[in-house]
């Protein structure tokens, strides 16, 4: 596959007016697992093509090549409370592994019209909704990692209508296909701007692929899915209040099967004189819990895979930054769990080594009792990242 | 006939040496806010900082400005880390958006982040901003005369007025008698006006389309012990550029 990157890459650089860029990604991550230490090392390579194949039309991809080495299988059950692992069926116990696998794959590809009156952009492609700057309660398309919520997003595979109305407003329509009209997504967002504050209207139809996860799908090999329909109407803006930077966003959601839900950010960030910045984010989640002991098995899997943004209902993000030199920047971001009073610090150095290598450090330290969201048995550990463009 | 009158007011306000002694302080800030805001504008500049360590890390841009300032677009095209980024200031930078192709997220910032280096340069936002800043943000005040990097100068000493947001609390300019440019700038501390930052130093003077410009401009940063020079590689005024461009669909391209 990476051969015929590689091919395709050359040829299209051997005609006028093709972009090759992308980066390569060394990355070092240990956690320490009760009296073990497990270490997973990966390699990224990202190649970006662009194009613009006439004055109208540009075409773009990216393909990922990621080898993972040291432990590639993780066993989520190593993370949870004894109480949580009582609730493992008997037999499935072997079931809850996170596999580290080497992929290779197509992240995006796409091509985008743009005439004076609209842009269209068909195939798979990026999408990112709301202002929030950990949570996005409007993105039902990505989740964020919390301690990383500016890593780019995966493609998702959509034909999306942009048209601007005068200089200020955007209407967007998108449609995310999926194997039926009924199972696809739609979307349809409006966007504008009211003196010095930006806002979005959004409404929003998708299947949400939940997993039982006390219930294996023989047939399939994989634990047993539970596909709802959601509608989603959701609001965001953002803007400045009193010198400082405010943004809000807010999602309703209307559920086919189970109990309908809402999720809500609230954010704050200023940067001080002498150039520390600082910002407070607040997230509620209803769908989340308020204590520890209601948290399941199933609230935990759906974390881990990324089907849901939070088991507990209300939770705290704050960062401090400083540019300690012209290179280093040093950041502290906690992340604290109202509903079950857990703490996870994140100290962050990010190091631009040269013009286009940049280092990112942390270490993830929890501080929670056992059970809780940010609990000791998740492991503390860290990460080292090196990463080169080109 | 009008033009005529006004043509030749210009020529006498802009003979160095005539009534320079009759300009007032706001009559000189005045001219040099409108040297740096033509109606419309497009430039393409390498930015070089030296690094505390004495590396290089060089950054190409292109930026447009419309409205007399009032609306500015910034796209980098080099190094690779940060192609594509782009910044768009509208308001006089009352109002920016920031975009990130990786994550293609556009991100709208409060005022205060002007205070933040550009790009770990030593101009921040606000120095790059709007050059209205001059007028709005700061009272000025004439000072004697003087002879700066060979040039015959004004000199105004500008203070912030209280209702200002600056990061600086003073700033003293020399401007050149015969253009009405800026050759050295001194920028002091937001609490302490003795206290000298930043000193800006413009050189590589040309006419491009009859509007003088300094090609090349350096900021020394006294307290990091860092620089960052800023030179033009092009630089056009009064071309058409439409409302469109100074949009969020436009930062996206």
């Known amino acids: ?390 | 006939m009008k033009s005529l009158i006004a043509g030749g007011l210009m020529v006498v306000l802009l003979a160095p040496g005539v009534f320079s002694q009759e300009l007032t302080a706001n009559d000189i800030i005045q001219k040099v806010n409108d040297q740096f805001n033509t109606e419309t504008s497009y430039g393409k500049s390498k930015m070089t900082i030296v690094t505390t360590s004495g590396q290089k890390r060089t950054f190409v841009q292109e930026s447009w400005s419309k409205d007399r300032g009032e609306k500015n677009l910034v796209r980098y095209l080099e190094p690779r880390r940060v192609k594509d980024q782009a910044v768009l200031m509208l308001n006089h930078a009352d109002d920016i958006w920031m975009f990130f192709p990786r994550t293609q997220r556009v991100r709208k910032l409060a005022t205060h982040a002007k205070k933040q280096k550009m790009q770990g340069s030593d101009f921040s936002y606000e120095d790059m901003g709007s050059g209205d800043a001059f007028v709005d943000d700061f009272t000025s005040k004439r000072l004697e005369d003087e002879q700066k990097e060979e040039q015959d100068c004004y000199k105004l000493e500008l203070t912030r007025k209280q209702e200002s947001g600056s990061s600086y609390s003073r700033l003293i300019m020399w401007i050149i008698k015969e253009n009405f440019l800026p050759v050295v700038i001194d920028y002091y501390d937001d609490k302490d006006p003795t206290y000298l930052l930043k000193t800006m130093v413009a050189s590589d003077f040309r006419e491009i389309d009859g509007i003088p410009t300094s090609m090349k401009v350096v900021m020394f940063n006294q307290n990091d012990n860092t620089q960052t020079e800023m030179e033009l590689l092009e630089v056009k005024y009064n071309i058409t550029l439409s409302d469109a461009m100074f949009t969020e669909r436009s930062l996206k391209k």
């Not at chain 1, 692992?85 to 072997?94: C, T």
């Open chain 1, 1 to 390: 596959m990476l051969i015929l990157v590689f091919l395709i890459s050359g040829s299209l650089a051997a005609q006028e007016k093709i972009e090759i860029f992308g980066y390569f990604e060394s990355q070092y991550m240990g956690t320490k697992v009760k009296s073990d230490y497990y270490q997973l090392f990966s390699n990224k390579l990202r190649l970006d093509l662009k194009s613009d194949l006439t004055e109208n039309i540009t075409f773009a991809a990216n393909f990922d090549y990621i080898t993972y080495h040291g432990k590639k299988e993780w066993n989520i059950l190593d993370f949870l409370s004894p109480d949580i692992i009582s609730q493992v069926p008997p037999g499935m116990e072997s079931f809850y592994i996170l596999p580290f696998s080497n992929r290779t794959f197509l992240d995006n590809a796409y091509f985008k019209l743009s005439l004076k009156h609209f842009d269209l952009t068909v195939g798979k492609q990026q999408i990112s909704l709301g202002t929030g700057y950990v949570w996005n309660p409007m993105d039902v398309f990505n989740i964020k990692e919390l301690v990383d919520p500016t890593y780019e997003q995966p493609g998702h595979n959509a034909i999306r209508l942009d048209v601007p109305v005068g200089n200020a407003y955007t209407i967007t329509a998108l449609y995310s296909p999926d194997d039926t009209w009924k199972n696809s997504a739609k979307l349809i967002q409006f966007k504008g701007r009211i003196s010095h504050f930006d806002y979005s209207l959004v409404a929003i139809e998708k299947v949400w692929r939940f997993h039982d996860y006390t219930r294996f799908d023989y047939e399939k090999m994989n634990f047993l899915e539970l596909p709802e329909q959601r509608r989603l109407l959701g609001a965001s803006t953002a803007g400045e209040l009193l010198g400082m930077g405010v943004w809000a966003e807010f999602a309703y959601n209307w559920m086919n099967l189970t109990e309908n839900f809402y999720e809500l950010v609230i954010g704050t960030d200023y940067t001080f004189d002498f150039q520390t910045y600082f910002m407070v984010e607040y997230y509620r989640n209803t769908l989340g819990k308020t204590d520890h002991k209601q948290y399941t098995l199933n609230d935990w899997m759906r974390v881990f895979a990324a089907e849901q943004k939070a088991i507990s209902q209300d939770q705290v993000f704050v960062l401090i930054q400083h540019p300690v030199s012209d290179l280093i920047n040093l950041g502290l971001q906690s992340i604290y769990s109202i509903s079950d009073q857990s703490l996870a610090l994140v100290p962050v150095l990010n190091y631009s080594f040269s013009e286009n290598i940049d280092i990112m450090a942390y270490l993830n330290l929890n501080f929670g009792k056992e059970g809780t969201v940010f609990s000791k048995n998740m492991g503390n550990g860290g990460m080292l990242r090196a990463r080169i463009y080109f």
